[in-house]
């Protein structure tokens, strides 16, 4: 098992174009013996290749050993010296506890990835646990896309183990003498999991010697119409993303309008983990049923909840944006210097000696002595005001945005140029200030705003 492990440490690292020694892996370890027999195996490998190894050990607090399990992983990470990293996860009752756990898990895991900059999050699922999922959605008669079962690697998620059988890492664990915590609630058959594990799969076995094979195929024929989907996602692109930045994608709601309810389900996973790299947690069907129902019969303005990315229904667009309580905090003013990016655009200074006053609302000519004092973007504040260089009129931001028709999220991204002073000096594309001595300016610089990225 160790050369499988190796492989996939190999091929994930090739897919990241980085070498395996610099490689940096955080572990979800149970104290369980598929986690347990994932992190001896990867110490080995470290020992080899020298990359990094980080754990991470949730508590659910959901049994009277959930103490002990988490003092056994403090205890290995200490004697193997590991960083390590632990959480207390504490589940409403009214809640589904198998999925609820599941996804804030991930949810934590990803914030703590992201922390220490690791590249991957790596998981001990196994192919008993494909079968048990398979069967399950067999059951639920799930869509062709949940019949695809537990992916082996979505977003920074890799699930190194889930072509062996349980038989084999339990095998590993003790041919190596590799400790590990039994979880009492295993064995629990409130559990469905439990279950189907215990009851219900293996009857079905029985019945049907041929079941998990014929699971696994119908997984197989599940992916490859999901990757043809993908295909075709990539190539039409630019249809279907309008402007895109590390926070915003604008999507183009009439091409979203059209795409039936797997399809949609796609698309967003698609859009989440190109542009934003973060998972959705799983949904129901009949959530992605409502979101249809969102996008096809709700106003302008309205919002939609997607796991941690936010809908908002535009003028022609969807606006998908990430982390959105954040996105609505002002952030800092920053310095406007040579390419700077601002949300979907991008600002270009060049030489403007020979430049004429343009009428062009993108571009701006200004001094260099103003240009040297500090320039800066900040964004749009309630009472605004610049005194226009066409009506020498001081005008309300909010009137310019209300005449162009500029969305409420618009006004948010759009970019406001300002001195040190905070003076406004440009809008760009809506208005340009009346500056003093205009005509003695003999160094300039030729500002030029693009827009949609």
Not at 422 to 440: C, N
Request: charged fraction near 25%; include cysteine.
């Amino acid at each position: 098992m160790i050369r499988i492990l190796k492989n996939k440490l190999i091929n994930y690292c090739n897919e990241l174009t980085i070498p395996l020694q610099e490689l940096s892996i955080l572990v979800s370890l149970s104290g369980g013996v598929d986690s347990m027999v994932l992190v001896s195996l990867l110490l080995e490998l470290r020992k080899e290749y020298g990359f990094s190894v980080t754990l991470m050990h949730f508590n659910h607090n959901a049994h009277v050993k959930a103490k002990i399990c988490e003092e056994f992983c403090r205890s290995f990470t200490i004697n193997n010296n590991i960083e390590y990293f632990n959480r207390d996860l504490f589940i409403n009752q009214k809640d589904n506890f198998e999925s609820s756990s599941r996804e804030k898990r991930y949810a934590e895991l990803n914030i703590i990835a992201d922390k220490i900059k690791s590249h991957l999050i790596f998981t001990a699922h196994h192919l008993d646990d494909q079968i048990e999922t398979l069967y399950m959605k067999m059951l639920d008669n799930s869509d062709w896309i949940s019949k695809i079962g537990i992916r082996e690697k979505l977003g920074k998620i890799r699930r190194p183990l889930l072509t062996v059988r349980k038989k084999e890492i339990k095998q590993i664990a003790i041919d190596n003498r590799i400790s590990w915590m039994e979880d009492p609630t295993n064995n629990d058959l409130s559990f469905r999991r439990n279950l189907v594990r215990k009851s219900l799969l293996p009857k079905a076995i029985i019945l049907n010697n041929k079941l998990e094979n014929q699971l696994l195929v119908e997984s197989q024929n599940s992916r490859v119409k999901l990757n043809l989907h993908l295909s075709e996602f990539n190539k039409k692109c630019n249809d279907l993303i309008l402007q895109n930045s590390k926070q915003i994608i604008a999507a183009n709601i009439n091409a979203i309008k059209k795409m039936d309810i797997e399809k949609l389900k796609i698309f967003f996973y698609w859009c989440s983990s190109n542009y934003f790299n973060i998972d959705i947690p799983i949904k129901t069907r009949r959530f992605w049923i409502e979101l249809s129902n969102y996008l096809n019969n709700s106003q302008t303005g309205s919002i939609y909840i997607l796991g941690p990315i936010t809908l908002i229904l535009n003028r022609g667009e969807l606006l998908l944006i990430s982390d959105y309580m954040h996105f609505l905090k002002d952030p800092e003013k920053i310095k406007l210097t040579q390419n700077k990016k601002w949300y979907n655009s991008i600002f270009t200074i060049v030489n403007g000696d020979n430049a004429d006053l343009s009428i062009d609302k993108n571009q701006c000519l200004l001094a260099e002595d103003l240009m040297n004092d500090g320039l800066y973007l900040r964004r749009w504040k309630n009472g605004d005001k610049i005194l226009s260089s066409n009506s020498t009129q001081h005008i309300l931001l909010s009137n310019l945005f209300i005449n162009k028709k500029i969305s409420k999220i618009g006004k948010l991204i759009w970019p406001i140029v300002v001195n040190k002073l905070d003076d406004i000096l440009w809008v760009p594309g809506l208005a340009h200030a009346k500056l003093p001595d205009e005509s003695s300016f003999y160094k300039r610089k030729l500002i030029e705003w693009i827009p949609a990225l």
